[in-house]
């Protein structure tokens, strides 16, 4: 069993739905990371968490500590939206544990 | 410009040859690391460094080597290709001022072994 999963693994949805997509860990954390990949392959980072909640512009990321769960939500999202989300947790003083991701893909 | 680089962005290459990947940066950072991506994995540590005389095996360095020329420079060699080595390469960078770890990661590079 992967040390971080994440759910679902194939997304598609309509211009203008609210978007959640779901990370479960198992190992102890410093912080969780969710990153942005895009069709072209480069990553970006969105958020880091090691509590509560955090918002950018239309993105909403969340976490509980305690059932070792975070979550990425979109609001009305769009095409550009599209690409593959990946949850890493910061286990350690360096090691990052990455989850599969979410490949997003957002129709016009 | 970008902060982290890595050259080529793409490479084809034929099993059994030596080829390097090199990386840099203009952060500061003293960590820098390598990933590799396979389609339906998570990425995972080939190397890391946490400053010039620092070099550490990751989870999958088998096949692999680095070294770190300078802090703003990593480069990754294969020292003989082989298929499964066909992979998205990342370099990343980081530090812990401030806080928890982010890590900013490059524009990934692209492996063909035929």
């Known amino acids: 069993k992967n040390e971080v999963e994440q759910s679902p693994q194939n997304l598609t949805a309509q211009e203008g739905e609210f978007i959640t997509i779901n990370c479960s860990y198992s190992v102890g954390i410093s912080a969780l990371h969710w990153l942005q990949q895009h069709p072209g392959g480069g990553i970006v980072s969105l958020f880091m968490l090691s509590s509560g909640k955090k918002k950018h512009g239309r993105l909403i990321a969340t976490i509980n500590i305690q059932e070792k769960h975070s979550s990425l939500h979109i609001t009305a999202s769009h095409p550009r939206d599209s690409a593959v989300y990946i949850c890493a947790v910061a286990s350690g003083t360096y090691k990052y544990i990455f989850g599969t991701g979410t490949r997003l893909k957002v129709l016009a | 410009d970008a902060d982290v680089t890595q050259t080529p962005r793409n490479r084809i290459t034929k099993t059994g040859k030596r080829i390097m990947l090199e990386c840099s940066q203009t952060?500061?950072?003293?960590?820098m690391y390598w990933y590799r991506q396979d389609p339906g994995l998570g990425l995972r540590l080939i190397y890391y460094s946490f400053d010039v005389k620092d070099i550490n095996k990751g989870e999958i360095s088998d096949g692999y080597s680095v070294s770190r020329q300078a802090q703003a420079k990593f480069s990754l060699s294969l020292e003989s290709a082989i298929p499964n080595q066909t992979a998205l390469y990342f370099c990343a960078t980081s530090d812990l001022s401030g806080g928890p770890e982010t890590q900013y990661f490059g524009p990934g590079t692209r492996l063909l072994v035929l």
């Open positions: 952060k500061g950072h003293d960590r």
